[in-house]
């Protein structure tokens, strides 16, 4: 989770200027957290509050948590048709496709037990909106990512899975970033996002080489941060600075989050190369 926060802050700034390269400052006065960070904050609140064994549970409180928390941040950065969402009074799935879907779901990879157990999640925390199979997929490859990665497997794993199950990866990040445009679909930010992390040598250089792609930099970044996270762990001083950005709601959110974990024994990530 701290890697999608870290991706979202890193990339909040390029959003809608596109920085094409890795060199950059990575935490500035101008950087912020986005409907990224809080929606992902908002599912952890979620896992905390049903648990992770029913899953119309956790959907039902995902929907709970997404509202309460979302309404808080009305200029956070949702999309038209998700802001409506969050102030319905009847909320309902609207067939989404959007990348907010794969963002997001890196809480629910984080507890899950088992592979099989890591889709079953990231379908209940994401078809309460994003119930499109284009969107469930890009959620669910994520996760699937997130999981491998914190189970030990190796890129080449990781990769041919991903390869075999979800998305081509026929492409390498230095051959699109001329051309590659903003889009807010999974089909076109997870797959980079996940090409990102795989090319990467750390943490820091995920997070670089996401935000240099361009597009939609801060979601880009986040997802592949999540990834990241999970393979590399997170140097103490990101940690510190990326913490720094959020406010006191969104900072005890995050606090709970680390002592459910640790009270609940759920392995942590890989020591930070």
Known sequence: MLGAIIGDIAG??????????????LFTSD??????????????SAIMSAGTKDGESLAAATVEAMQ???REYPSCGFGVSFSQWVRSARP??????????AMRVSPAAIVARTREDAIRLAHAVTAVTH????????????????????????????????????????FTIDAIRPSYEFNETCQETVPQAIEAFLESDSFEDTIRTAVSVGGDSDTLAAIAGSIAEAFYGVPDELEKAALTYLDARLRAIYDEWGAFLAKNDFPPPQTPA
């Open 12 to 25: 909040s700034r390029f959003e809608f200027d596109n920085h094409r390269s890795k060199e950059f400052e």
């Open 31 to 44: 950087c912020h957290v986005t409907d990224d960070s809080i929606m992902t904050l908002a599912i952890a």
């Open 68 to 70: 309460e928390i979302g």
């Open 92 to 101: 309902a799935p609207y067939n989404s496709y959007g990348n907010g879907a």
């Open 131 to 170: 119930n499109h199979p284009e969107g469930l997929k890009g959620a669910e490859a994520t996760a699937i990512a997130i999981f491998m990665a914190r189970s030990g497997a190796g890129k080449q794993d990781i990769r041919d899975h991903i390869q075999r199950r979800y998305y081509p990866l026929d």
